[in-house]
């Protein structure tokens, strides 16, 4: 009986991603994914990735458990990669990939001034998503003669960690950052031209 059912769940699941996959062939005939809607999901992933990696990881285990601590330098201090940098860590794995999109993590209050905006797209975007919580930012901007579109989402305090850590540490501008309140954004630029 407990197989049967099982078999059940498989089937239906199976049915579930046949239907997913021929949902987005037919919509890559018709014209293919829009550029935000790309954007948007690759969004998805890389905030639950992040939420779930500070949540269950260095929230838990830091801050809750105290068993180990997160630091800049995890390497010499034997102790847990920081958020930040496990989020540029995979930036940089795809950039190496040439997976045909770049982003970054960035703020207006940079702990690390390398992730303060540099165009005028982010910075106006960071802004934007500051001063107008729960939006995302979408435009278009030219870089070294290549057309992008680049899209800036908040990057919220989702756990007590991002604040403690960011308020006390010695290079941060900011110290009064509030749990749900924006720290900063993740940058994501797709080129609308093929090179
Ligand atoms: C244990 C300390 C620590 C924790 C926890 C932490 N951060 Fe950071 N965060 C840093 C440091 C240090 C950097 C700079 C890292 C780098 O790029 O070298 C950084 C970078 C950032 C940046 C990029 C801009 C900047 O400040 O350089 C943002 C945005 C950010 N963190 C937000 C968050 C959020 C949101 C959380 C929780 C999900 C979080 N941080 C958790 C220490 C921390």
Same mark, same amino acid.
């Given at each position: ?7 059940y ?37 890389? /905030? *639950?990735?992040? #939420? ?6 260095? @929230?838990?285990?830091? =801050?809750?458990?105290?068993?180990? +601590? ?7 201090d ?41 165009? /005028? *797209?982010?910075? #106006? ?6 001063? @107008?919580?729960?939006? =995302?930012?979408?435009?278009?901007? +030219? ?49 609308? /031209?093929k090179?």
């Open positions: 009986m407990k197989n049967a059912r099982r078999s769940y498989s089937l239906t699941l199976g049915a579930l991603a046949m239907l997913v996959i021929a949902g987005c062939s037919s919509e890559a005939s018709i014209g293919g994914i829009s550029p935000q809607k790309m954007a948007d999901s690759l969004h998805a992933v890389m /905030e *639950a990735d992040r #939420t779930v990696y500070t949540r269950l990881i260095v @929230n838990r285990l830091q =801050n809750e458990e105290k068993v180990i +601590k997160a630091s800049e330098h995890w390497k010499d034997k102790a847990l990669v920081l958020p930040a940098q496990m989020f540029r860590f995979g930036a940089e794995r795809v950039a190496e990939n040439e997976a045909g999109f770049s982003y970054s993590l960035q703020s207006l209050w940079p702990v690390n001034k390398q992730n303060a905006p540099k165009t /005028e *797209a982010e910075k #106006t975007g960071l802004k934007f998503i500051a001063e @107008n919580p729960g939006k =995302n930012y979408y435009t278009e901007e +030219k870089l070294g003669g290549v057309n992008y579109f680049t899209a800036v989402y908040p990057d919220v305090a989702v756990a007590p960690a991002c604040t403690t850590c960011h308020n006390k540490h010695k290079d941060s501008p900011r110290s009064d950052f509030k749990i749900g309140e924006v720290m900063g954004g993740v940058v994501i630029r797709i080129p609308l /031209e090179s």
